[in-house]
């Protein structure tokens, strides 16, 4: 094991990680609910992970300024592989390795927006399931008439690491064109898990299926025993049913998804680039926490986050405790009082359990 990497586990937490590691062998597939040590814990909630598919505006809204269809999916598939560094990569370059989110409660927001050269792009993410934890999102930039709407959760397993499926999809809508991207999500696997650095590499592939007759399908890879480099993708775009044809590809892209990527056309020639070091991003603007409203992910867990990053895990475990005291007493209330939403614009009846349980 190389010393530097074994001492990722600080001193004094070295007897609880390898609890930890012991403990992942019984491990039931429910990450929300796996205890971990202090030192893994973030103060971030899932719901803010939501955030990771916009921090470019531009490359978000490139493919409505498009008129050629492929060359519009190819800039979906552009702006999809450049959202997979914050998505997957960015607290461990950030906090030094991959840590635990906090498990968002039922009802959880995290609202923002991004302003820039693009417009307003606005952000509501909201946790729609504690149990299972399933995380919906909106992103839309009103000017360009795009759209992102999608739901994400996890199936995880252990077997010599923690392997995670995601379940879900978010569909990307260009109103110019009315046209939509299916876009599915990789599977991942966490790596360092040993020696307590864990930090995520994707797994397979994963698709962008396009309503205008083209596709993308991006390949993962990551660095093996023998030979391949960490965070490899490789993607092809292609009309619909012509996956197999190589004489039909119509667009690759081939590089790192942390780093840099080269787009090609059929002839093989360069088309476009991305590097991830280089693309500067918009702060995304999220409201001062006292003027959030209390289901605010950051009001919400203000106390949570303060004492994890003391250090405090008593406080820690005391103030997750009222947070969860509280939505027991909200379901007990809402499950007595049969609450039932209505939207009076549409005369559709909404029922709460319906909704929130999916
Ligand atoms: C698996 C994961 C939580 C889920 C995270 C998701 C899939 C959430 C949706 C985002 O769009 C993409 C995304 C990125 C990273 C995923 C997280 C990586 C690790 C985390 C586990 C719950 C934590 C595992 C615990 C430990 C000890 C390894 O840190």
């Given at each position: 094991?190389?010393?530097?990497?074994?001492?990722?586990?600080?001193?004094?937490?070295?007897?609880?990680?390898?609890?930890f590691?012991?403990?992942?062998?019984?491990?039931?597939?429910?990450l929300s609910?796996m205890t971990a040590p202090a030192?893994i814990l973030s103060?971030t909630?899932l719901?803010?992970?939501?955030?990771?598919?916009?921090?470019?505006?531009?490359?978000?809204?490139?493919?409505?300024?498009?008129?050629?269809?492929?060359?519009?999916?190819?800039?979906?598939?552009?702006?999809?592989?450049?959202?997979?560094?914050?998505?997957?990569?960015?607290?461990?370059?950030?906090?030094?390795?991959e840590k635990k989110p906090l498990n968002?409660?039922?009802?959880?927001?995290?609202?923002?927006?991004?302003?820039?050269?693009?417009?307003?792009?606005?952000?509501?993410?909201?946790?729609?399931?504690?149990?299972?934890?399933?995380?919906?999102?909106?992103?839309?930039?009103?000017?360009?008439?795009?759209?992102?709407?999608?739901?994400?959760?996890?199936?995880?397993?252990?077997?010599?690491?923690?392997?995670?499926?995601?379940?879900?999809?978010?569909?990307?809508?260009?109103?110019?064109?009315?046209?939509?991207?299916?876009?599915?999500?990789?599977?991942?696997?966490?790596?360092?898990?040993?020696?307590?650095?864990p930090?995520?590499?994707?797994?397979?592939?994963?698709?962008?299926?396009?309503?205008?007759?083209?596709?993308?399908?991006?390949?993962?890879?990551?660095?093996?025993?023998?030979?391949?480099?960490?965070?490899?993708?490789?993607?092809?775009?292609?009309?619909?049913?012509?996956?197999?044809?190589?004489?039909?590809?119509?667009?690759?892209?081939?590089?790192?998804?942390?780093?840099?990527?080269?787009?090609?056309?059929?002839?093989?020639?360069?088309?476009?680039?991305?590097?991830?070091?280089?693309?500067?991003?918009?702060?995304?603007?999220?409201?001062?926490?006292?003027?959030?409203?209390?289901?605010?992910?950051?009001?919400?867990?203000?106390?949570?986050?303060?004492?994890i990053?003391?250090?405090?895990?008593?406080?820690?475990?005391?103030?997750?405790?009222?947070?969860?005291?509280?939505?027991?007493?909200?379901?007990?209330?809402?499950?007595?009082?049969?609450?039932?939403?209505?939207?009076?614009?549409?005369?559709?009846?909404?029922?709460?359990?319906?909704?929130?349980?999916?």
């Open positions: 094991m190389p010393e530097q990497e074994a001492a990722a586990v600080p001193p004094q937490a070295k007897g609880s990680w390898s609890s590691l012991k403990s992942m062998a019984s491990f039931n597939g429910d609910s030192f103060t909630s719901t803010e992970f939501s955030a990771y598919w916009s921090e470019m505006p531009r490359l978000l809204t490139a493919p409505a300024k498009e008129s050629d269809p492929a060359k519009r999916t190819m800039l979906v598939l552009k702006w999809f592989l450049s959202t997979l560094k914050q998505q997957y990569a960015s607290r461990n370059e950030k906090l030094g390795s968002p409660f039922l009802g959880e927001l995290f609202l923002g927006k991004w302003e820039d050269e693009e417009g307003t792009t606005q952000l509501v993410s909201e946790q729609v399931s504690h149990h299972p934890p399933v995380t919906a999102y909106s992103i839309g930039n009103e000017k360009h008439g795009v759209r992102l709407q999608g739901y994400n959760a996890q199936k995880a397993s252990f077997r010599t690491t923690i392997n995670v499926k995601q379940v879900g999809h978010a569909i990307l809508h260009l109103d110019q064109y009315n046209e939509d991207y299916l876009i599915t999500f990789p599977p991942l696997h966490i790596e360092g898990l040993i020696t307590g650095s930090y995520v590499e994707l797994n397979t592939n994963s698709y962008i299926i396009g309503s205008n007759g083209f596709a993308s399908r991006i390949d993962y890879s990551g660095k093996g025993w023998v030979s391949g480099s960490k965070n490899s993708l490789h993607a092809t775009v292609y009309p619909h049913g012509k996956e197999k044809e190589k004489s039909a590809i119509l667009y690759t892209a081939d590089g790192s998804w942390t780093d840099s990527f080269v787009i090609k056309d059929a002839k093989k020639q360069p088309v476009d680039t991305y590097n991830a070091k280089k693309e500067p991003k918009t702060p995304l603007q999220v409201a001062p926490i006292p003027d959030q409203d209390p289901l605010e992910s950051r009001r919400a867990w203000q106390k949570v986050a303060d004492a990053q003391k250090g405090d895990m008593n406080a820690t475990s005391a103030e997750k405790s009222i947070i969860e005291e509280q939505q027991r007493a909200l379901r007990k209330k809402e499950a007595a009082e049969k609450r039932e939403w209505s939207d009076d614009s549409s005369g559709v009846r909404i029922v709460i359990p319906f909704l929130r349980g999916c």
